[in-house]
């Protein structure tokens, strides 16, 4: 599956910003999809996840309370809506997928990778 990330941003500390991940080619039915992000310097990492079958979700600790993550069936399209945006937040964000009803917040588990969308949170 391809996938295509978008939404990112320039926002200010406290505010808020969509991202969507599209896939093309095929559906994604029976798949997981994740955000992952990668400030600079720093290692990849998992933020959220979703499976496509049960809508089961996992955070990372750093976003609960503040991003969800949800999908569309119709669109074939996966959100992540991020409040409360703190300046640490600032990344490239990175959707990706795997073809799998489990779920998984591991960076290795997940196959297919959209390009990043960069999201800047100011102070």
């Known amino acids: 599956v391809q996938l295509q990330a978008s939404g990112g941003g320039s926002v200010q500390t406290g505010g808020s910003l969509r991202l969507s991940c599209a896939a093309s080619?095929?559906?994604?039915?029976?798949?997981?999809v994740g955000w992952f992000r990668q400030a600079p310097g720093k290692e990849r990492e998992f933020v959220a996840s979703?499976?496509?079958?049960?809508?089961?979700?996992d955070y990372t600790d750093s976003v609960k309370g503040r991003f969800t993550i949800s999908k569309n069936n119709a669109e074939n399209t996966v959100y992540l809506q991020m409040n409360s945006l703190k300046p640490e937040d600032t990344a490239v964000y990175y959707c990706a997928s795997r073809e799998t009803t489990k779920r998984s917040t591991k960076l290795v588990d997940f196959t297919s990778w959209g390009q990043g969308t960069q999201l800047t949170v100011s102070s």
């Open positions: 979703i499976t496509w079958s049960l809508g089961s979700t």
């Open positions: 080619r095929r559906t994604f039915t029976s798949y997981a």
